[in-house]
């Protein structure tokens, strides 16, 4: 029986549930809701850009939500409030399908924003971080690599089903398919702690690091447990949201404009070859972006990525050859998962777990505040200049403006906090 547990940790089955949460919820969420851009619009004689402020109004109540949303969900009663957001945002994701006026679909998504603040990437998140101490960065990357390859399998069957049913069935159905599928994987299958089924963290009981003495001894950075309300008489958490927030803009303002800025320097049938192959390896790039948090730490990790973000912008605004775009593209795939990783990671690396729930529903606030201005700011660069060239720019600037804060924070909490970090 004890060997089967050391091959075997239930840590691994939280991360397929998380994973399945993701393909799902967060893709109808974000990848997928733009299908239905078309067809709603032309059904309800609405301009684009009023269809468009549903994605605003979600990421308005989830910034506002998430602090409080996020202690709660790490104070208690977790699994209860995850399944019940996840069946909420269900419901909420179905009634789109009932409304007749824009207006009723902004009503829809203040509810899915709501609901979604407690269901998708923030609660997955602290209960992965509650099951892994070893490998969180990994783990935590191929739970959130879900949304790339569910948004791959389900935009065929979204384009199926309203050619043949509509869009408002067609919100309908993945509605009640959010609440058929996922709100058992909730309640049944994502245990917020390994204490709940009397088990420790994985890597907690580390055979290697209990022969090594060295090892045993050593306290990594990640062990380091502070609480939200210690940080925020800190000036460096401050610089840390600040670093946060650069990153999100790259990557949630970047990621709506990118076919439009390849369309008008390529033309549209390349554009759209290129779109593709960023989301063929967007999935492996999430999964080795937590891969190389765990092996060079958050510090590294962040370097990496957003220097990798910084080359693809500069790409973007200098560079004229297809070919190099399919370099490019990967440059971006591994960069553009920053937003939906690092934030995750890195804040359980910084700052541990203990108050993790609080702590990153602070943060998490901040990124859906990247979320809502992003995009809007990237397109305003475009009409002032009456090119993307000077928004990349910008991007790339942010990507190291995002390494700086980070590091920065990164270094100052352990100086801080070292009499805390020598008592562990």
Not at 143 to 171: C, D, E, H, W
Not at 193 to 214: N, S, V
Not at 283 to 296: E, F
Request: charged share 10%; net charge positive; proline share 4%.
């Amino acid at each position: 029986m004890e060997t089967k547990q050391k091959k075997f940790h239930y840590g691994f089955v939280i991360v397929f549930g998380g994973f399945m949460i993701m393909a799902l919820l967060h893709s109808m969420l974000q990848t997928c809701f733009s299908l239905f851009l078309v067809p709603v619009t032309e059904g309800m004689g609405v301009l684009r850009t009023q269809f468009s402020l549903c994605t605003s109004v979600v990421a308005i109540v989830t910034m506002i939500l998430s602090p409080k949303l996020g202690k709660v969900l790490g104070k208690g009663n977790t699994r209860m409030i995850f399944t019940i957001c996840v069946a909420g945002m269900g419901l909420a994701y179905a009634s789109y399908s009932l409304a007749t006026q824009i207006w009723h679909m902004y009503i829809s998504a203040a509810f899915v924003g709501a609901f979604s603040c407690g269901a998708v990437a923030m609660p997955v998140s602290i209960i992965i971080a509650n099951w892994f101490e070893k490998g969180r960065g990994t783990a935590m990357s191929i739970a959130l690599a879900g949304s790339g390859l569910g948004g791959t399998v389900i935009t065929p069957i979204i384009n199926k089903l309203i050619q043949n049913q509509g869009y408002s069935r067609t919100f309908l159905i993945f509605g009640l398919a959010m609440i058929i599928i996922e709100v058992p994987i909730a309640f049944f299958v994502m245990r917020p702690k390994p204490e709940d089924m009397g088990l420790r963290p994985f890597g907690a009981d580390d055979p290697k690091k209990a022969a090594d003495p060295k090892k045993a001894a050593k306290k990594p950075a990640a062990q380091l447990n502070v609480t939200l309300a210690e940080l925020k008489k800190q000036p460096f958490f401050y610089v840390y949201m600040l670093g946060i927030f650069a990153m999100c803009i790259c990557g949630y303002g970047s990621l709506a404009q990118l076919s439009a800025s390849l369309t008008d320097s390529f033309g549209a049938d390349f554009s759209a070859t290129i779109v593709a192959f960023f989301l063929l390896v967007l999935t492996p790039a999430k999964i080795s972006l937590g891969w190389m948090y765990d092996k060079l730490g958050s510090k590294f990790g962040t370097v990496y990525v957003m220097g990798v973000y910084a080359i693809a912008f500069l790409m973007l605004a200098f560079v004229d050859s297809r070919p190099l775009m399919y370099v490019m593209a990967i440059c971006f795939s591994i960069g553009i998962s920053s937003g939906t990783v690092s934030p995750s990671v890195v804040t359980a690396a910084t700052f541990g777990s203990k108050d993790y729930g609080a702590i990153f529903g602070f943060v998490n606030a901040g990124a859906m505040l990247a979320m809502v201005v992003g995009s809007p700011a990237i397109a305003a660069v475009y009409d002032a200049f009456g090119s993307y060239q000077m928004a990349w720019i910008a991007c790339a600037i942010l990507s190291v403006i995002s390494i700086v804060c980070i590091c920065y924070a990164d270094t100052r909490c352990k100086k801080v906090f070292a009499d805390k970090i020598a008592a562990q």
